[in-house]
């Protein structure tokens, strides 16, 4: 019998800190290269690598399964699939998969000639772009005003610096302009002489935004904002009548917005309301008026209005709510929109400029997901919509302004095949320790027993107010049809409920989240959903903190620990203001350079610096080389202080992509491989790898 390969042990290296009367000691530091963004040091690498091959070696008498997974999650998606045409001016766009492709292609047809598939044009190859590349990610994509040209950045690190180029939709040929190093949107000026965007600085920080005249050099192009501040992040947009540029700065708790007319964007910018620290805002425009969302007189926003010459003289256009939590607003010709979310699902509301009472449009389930989609023109009488559920796959709406009447346009196609008759789906409340009463979105299979003995996997997030919606998933299906239920937990750090119930999951109240986790989990056993030990968790980043939390707390309930690019060694990289999210992390997280206090706290919770002598879970953890947001040496460090402290036998993986970033392998195929050996080692530690 071969013996089990023995894991890699990370060597530990005297380090250490002081601060605030107390020395932090960490003998894993020297994970992170001091060359980096440059990863070359030949001992930092060997770990990584080593803990790769430990990871091959492991996982390999699950390929058989890896693979089987694979091949039923690909079944369910339509290869050649295609999005749903909309138009824009004289044009119908859509992006579409080839069968086998790994990425998109971005199409066009004119309106007046649109039954004519001689007519359709490929704007944007994304696989020949992609041909040879480990990583590849498309980011701003935008077509100028007249329709002729293209500018588009990518990424081909994973290291979220991207590059411009502009192309000629008429000719296919490419300009000579390209602009290494941004990090924003693209916005034309409205004679499409050139566009606004932003170029990150040294720490991954977009500081500001600049105007690129086409034919020019880059190394000219005119700076028109800059940020003097280093915990904000500078982006550009548009007006929905594309009349007027947005410039916006702010952190996660402070926002400032500037107007620039597209017509002279050189022009000196308005600004709207100067910065004042806890008020957020952002702004539309519709003949003259600004519409501005602000959470200014209450954590659930309200809507207000001021003329464009005086943009600080709000007036309120509609009260904030104790019950409907105001997540946005779309200006269009003739009425806007309001998006929210009341008791934590979605609500779409159509308002008259004139005034009245504003039309709800209803959705036909209890629990459910449901947004505007791609709604380009100002004169938009119909509005492209998106729904879906936990039990009902991802559908595409026109709905009628005028009408009230909804048109199907797509349903999500299950190639392999879906019945929704044969899961189930609830929505529960959960009491938590202290008495908050915590959603959870929960899909199961119809003949799913409650009486402890079925397997359940447990997702959530829990930060940067950042809600998850219950909405539909084809490769949750693997685990559904194999007998487990599947529940997501609304925690208080995510806005499922509103601000205030993110407020109440961060700074000083950060621990709610990770009790709010374990409470649900704990009911649902209780409920018979579960048992102790037959539970799967997964997070991904400042999830992944959670997961480094609630297995330092309760490790017993899990059996088995997915944590993605996970954001566990907190006090480290808060205390480091020199990597890229630091500075503007500190609303979030608070400040321990400055603040004793924010010191004691983050040093009370963060995963890392509380690992300790016990038995662990099994545990994947996964990071990635070129990673921006969650640095690699965090996933890293934790597993090599893992290894050096748990009492048990369970197995413990980390694989780094060592040509990816934060999101993980780029194809939508290697992606879902990914997502195959997460689930493969799930299956495998909960008992149901046969």
């Known amino acids: 019998m071969t013996p089990p390969p023995k894991p890699p042990v990370a060597e530990q290296r005297p380090h250490s800190f002081s601060a605030h009367g107390h020395t932090v000691h960490d003998p894993y530091a020297w994970l992170k290269d001091p060359g980096y963004p440059a990863v070359t040091d030949p001992d930092v690498l060997g770990y990584l690598e080593a803990e790769n091959a430990y990871f091959e070696q492991v996982m390999a008498p699950l390929n058989p399964l890896t693979e089987a997974l694979y091949e039923e999650m690909k079944g369910r998606i339509k290869e050649d699939d295609a999005s749903v045409p909309q138009k824009d001016g004289d044009w119908l766009y859509w992006t579409a998969f080839e069968t086998g492709g790994q990425y998109r292609q971005w199409w066009r047809k004119p309106v007046a000639d649109a039954d004519n598939p001689a007519a359709h044009q490929l704007l944007l190859d994304e696989p020949a772009l992609a041909d040879g590349r480990e990583y590849f990610r498309l980011g701003a994509f935008s077509v100028s005003n007249d329709a002729r040209l293209l500018a588009y950045a990518i990424d081909d690190s994973g290291a979220e610096r991207f590059e411009v180029r502009v192309k000629n939709l008429e000719t296919g040929a490419h300009l000579p302009d390209v602009i290494p190093g941004m990090l924003s949107e693209i916005v034309w000026a409205a004679d499409d002489s050139g566009f606004l965007y932003g170029l990150a600085n040294e720490q991954w920080r977009t500081d500001n935004v600049r105007f690129h005249r086409l034919g020019t050099d880059p190394s000219t192009d005119i700076e028109l904002f800059r940020e003097a501040d280093e915990g904000f992040r500078v982006g550009v947009s548009e007006t929905s009548s594309r009349a007027w540029i947005i410039i916006a700065s702010g952190d996660h708790v402070t926002t400032e917005a500037w107007l620039v007319p597209a017509a002279d964007p050189l022009a000196k910018p308005l600004l709207v309301s100067a910065r004042k620290p806890g008020r957020e805002y ?98 938009q009488q119909v509005l492209r919509l998106g729904y879906e559920s936990m039990v009902t796959p991802g559908t595409v709406y026109d709905y009628d302004v005028a009408t009230g009447r909804m048109e199907v346009l797509k349903v999500q196609e299950i190639p392999s095949g879906y019945a929704a008759s044969a899961y189930a789906t609830e929505r529960l409340k959960i009491t938590a320790r202290d008495g908050a009463q915590v959603p959870v979105s929960i899909v199961y299979p119809a003949d799913f027993r409650r009486d402890g003995s079925q397997p359940l996997y447990l997702y959530a997030y829990g930060a940067y107010g950042m809600a998850v919606p219950p909405g539909f998933s084809t490769g949750r299906l693997s685990f559904l049809d194999r007998g487990f239920a599947y529940a997501i937990a609304h925690i208080r750090g995510g806005d499922d409920l509103g601000q205030q119930w993110y407020l109440d999951g961060k700074l000083e109240k950060r621990a709610n989240s990770f009790n709010d986790f374990v409470d649900v989990a704990r009911a649902l056993v209780a409920d018979g959903w579960t048992s102790a030990g037959k539970i799967a968790i997964a997070g991904r980043s400042a999830g992944g903190e959670l997961m480094g939390a609630v297995i330092n707390s309760d490790p017993e309930l899990w059996g088995a620990v997915v944590a993605d690019v996970p954001f566990v060694d907190v006090l480290n990289t808060m205390m480091d203001a020199e990597l890229p999210l630091t500075p503007g992390e500190w609303p979030e997280w608070g400040n321990p350079i400055e603040d004793k206090a924010a010191f004691d706290l983050i040093r009370s919770y963060s995963p890392y610096d509380n690992v300790q002598a016990q038995a662990y879970p099994p545990l994947f953890i996964s990071g990635g080389l070129n990673d921006p947001r969650v640095t690699y040496w965090e996933p890293a460090k934790w597993a090599a202080k893992l290894r050096a402290h748990k009492t048990d036998d369970n197995v413990l993986l980390l694989k780094t992509n060592m040509g990816a970033g934060h999101g993980g392998k780029s194809g939508r195929f290697d992606s879902l491989r990914e997502s195959a050996e997460e689930n493969a080692f799930v299956l495998w530690q909960l008992g149901y790898a046969g």
Do not use: K
């Not at 309200?302 to 010459?309: D, E, G, H, N, Y």
């Not at 409907?324 to 979605?346: H, K, N, P, S």
């Open 282 to 379: 952002d702004v539309d425009e519709h003949d003259g008026t600004l519409f501005i969302h602000t959470n200014d007189v209450h954590p659930n926003f309200r809507l207000c209005t001021a003329p464009l010459s005086a943009p600080d003289e709000w007036t309120e256009l509609i009260a904030p709510s104790d019950a409907f939590y105001m997540t946005g607003v779309e200006c269009y010709r003739d009425f806007f929109v309001v998006d929210g979310r009341e008791e934590g699902l979605d609500q779409i509301e159509i308002h008259d400029y004139a005034g009245g009472a504003p039309t709800r449009i209803a959705f036909p389930e209890a629990s459910y997901a449901a947004g505007l989609g791609d709604n380009p023109e100002y004169d």
